[in-house]
T-cell receptor, first 113, second 111 residues
């Protein structure tokens, strides 16, 4: 499978714990995006990278959230001191620069108890 | 703020009929629009896209119409099948392909 891969697919954690999600984009794609989706809503933009450079962070991304793409390939999204409001599906997408279409992974579903 | 939105949250359609899903957008600077389909527990899947210099684009069983005058986008699905049951999102690009999504329309196909 050469699509966008996300791991883990599901994560249940207790409030206050840290969690990390990983995304492996399509290999020739230099752009990588993180979105968050809550039940019944469309995906909301969090942040994106071109190669290893983080181009923008949404105001939705509090200082408890950090994303990296150290070698311009895979990316990680870490949430520190999780809160119940962080419960959501975290979607990763990749694309070639300036082509428009984003290819999404299956998402990582986070449940904070 | 400016946003993308869909007119109706749900649509029920008889198998074999045509479906029309509508979307209104408010950002006149948007130059690219895209429709995604999302099945339960899965990530969004590309259906079709259209740039602002076009008003119609056709794919396999799907057509997207863009009316920039009234800032309206629609997705038409011909001969709707049970496998078309899903949530459909329109999204727009106003800046560097950070897509902004609407809330979605849930399509249910009746046998």
């Amino acid at each position: 499978d050469t699509g966008v891969s996300q791991d883990p697919r599901h994560k249940i954690t207790k409030r206050g714990q840290n969690v990390t999600f990983r995304c492996d984009p399509i290999s020739e794609h230099n752009r990588l995006y993180w979105y968050r989706q809550t039940l019944g809503q469309g995906p909301e933009f969090l942040t994106y990278f071109q190669n290893e450079a983080q181009l923008e962070k949404s105001r939705l991304l509090s200082d408890r959230f950090s994303a990296e793409r150290p070698k311009g390939s895979f990316s990680t999204l870490e949430i520190q001191r999780t809160e119940q409001g962080d419960s959501a599906m975290y979607l990763c997408a990749s694309s070639r620069s300036n082509t428009g279409e984003l290819f999404f992974g299956e998402g990582s579903r986070l449940t904070v108890l | 703020g400016e946003s993308v939105g869909l007119h109706l949250p749900t649509l029920s359609v008889q198998e074999g009929d045509n479906s029309i899903i509508n979307c209104a957008y408010s950002n006149s600077a948007s130059d690219y629009f895209i429709w995604y389909k999302q099945e339960s527990g899965k990530g969004p899947q590309f259906i079709i896209d259209i740039r602002s210099n076009m008003d119609k684009r056709q794919g396999q069983r799907v057509t997207v119409l863009l009316n920039k005058t009234v800032k309206h986008l629609s997705l038409q699905i011909a001969a709707t099948q049970p496998g078309d049951s899903a949530v459909y999102f329109c999204a727009e690009n106003a800046n560097d392909y950070k897509l902004s999504f609407g809330a979605g329309t849930t399509v249910t196909v009746r046998a």
